[in-house]
Nanobody, 117 residues
Framework: QVQLVQSGGGFVQAGESLTLSCAVS????????INWYRQAPGQQREWVAT?????????DYAHSVKGRFTISRDDAKNTVYLQMSSLKFEDTAVYYC?????????WGRGTQVTVSS
């Protein structure tokens, strides 16, 4: 059974940093592409970043977060992280980790990030 268990998030001031975690079970995080998405109030869910299973690939980021967010993976812990720095008010959203395994979408339960301006 594939499970993505999220932790982290919270309330911060603009300019501060937060790290989100996505603990993966049932599959190897290193053997699959893992994504982060976010959904702001009244908005559609949007893609934020992807870390690829192929170690030679460059991670991808949405334009809005490139240079501020870093996606990484700890293979020993089978966990994917999203390090967020220089947070802005517009980064306020519920963040979800995601994996597509055999054409099926798996989602974490989401974690709230609130950035105060």
């Amino acid at each position: 059974q594939v499970q993505l268990v999220q932790s982290g998030g919270g309330f911060v001031q603009a300019g501060e940093s937060l790290t989100l975690s996505c603990a993966v079970s049932g599959i190897s995080a290193s053997g699959n592409d893992i994504n982060w998405y976010r959904q702001a109030p009244g908005q559609q869910r949007e893609w934020v970043a992807t870390i690829y299973s192929y170690s030679g690939s460059t991670n991808d980021y949405a334009h809005s977060v490139k240079g501020r967010f870093t996606i990484s993976r700890d293979d020993a812990k089978n966990t994917v992280y999203l390090q967020m720095s220089s947070l802005k008010f517009e980064d306020t959203a519920v963040y979800y980790c995601n994996a597509i395994i055999n054409y099926q979408d798996y989602w974490g339960r989401g974690t709230q990030v609130t950035v105060s301006s």
